[in-house]
């Protein structure tokens, strides 16, 4: 598998992985958490504290990112205006 390959998948399944991971939280734990009161922030702040949820949504999006840029440039031909 050559790099470019490699990039393009990193950045499939990392822009997958932040996307899912961001609509199961809006489509499904916040509604939950605001149904819950003062329990659903207990659960909040567990989710966000005492797990690696934020540094693995964190790191995903920076791979969708980066791996995008990198693609834009490469096909781009280095950003050649002409």
């Known amino acids: 598998m050559d790099f470019i390959t ?3 998948v990193i950045h499939i399944l990392s822009a997958v992985l ?3 991971g961001a609509c199961v939280v809006a489509w499904f734990v916040t509604p939950a958490v605001q149904a819950t009161g003062p329990e659903g ?7 966000t504290q005492g797990t ?3 540094s693995f949504m964190t790191l995903t999006s920076l791979l969708a990112v ?3 840029l990198y693609m834009y440039w490469e096909f781009s031909g280095y950003l050649d205006m002409e």
């Open 41 to 47: 922030l207990a659960f909040m702040r567990g989710l």
């Open 52 to 54: 690696r949820f934020v």
């Open 66 to 68: 980066l791996s995008g």
């Open 6 to 8: 490699m990039v393009n």
């Open 18 to 20: 932040w996307g899912g």
